[in-house]
């Protein structure tokens, strides 16, 4: 299982909606921990939205994270409708913005949920 987290910096999930973060990191779950694998720029935050929520956004953020199972934020837009209705992708909110408590928190909504 892997997951994206949207980043403003090395340590804090972005403030904005996942579409607007300046880079993902991207972690798989080793069967005890989260394990950083890399971290992606945000390619999609040069598309230029005609409207908020725009598909042409969806697309070039889903584009990116072909290989992602989840989708960690702080904050998700109006696109979230459109991960959740045309994507096999699950997108989560956290209430945390710090990194390791967000993954914390992650790791506890998927216990929750029966997924770890």
Do not use: C
């Amino acid at each position: 299982m892997k997951v994206a987290v949207g980043m403003m910096n090395e340590k804090m999930l972005t403030d904005d909606h996942f579409g607007e973060s300046e880079f993902y990191l991207i972690f798989k779950w080793d069967g005890n921990n989260w394990k950083l694998l890399e971290r992606r720029e945000n390619k999609a935050k040069t598309v230029e939205e005609r409207m908020h929520g725009d598909p042409r956004k969806f697309k070039a953020v889903i584009a990116q994270l072909e290989d992602v199972d989840i989708l960690l934020a702080y904050r998700m837009g109006p696109n979230i409708k459109r991960i959740i209705e045309h994507t096999n992708k699950i997108p989560i909110v956290t209430k945390n913005r710090e990194l390791e408590k967000a993954l914390n928190d992650l790791t506890e909504k998927l216990k929750n949920r029966g997924l770890l």
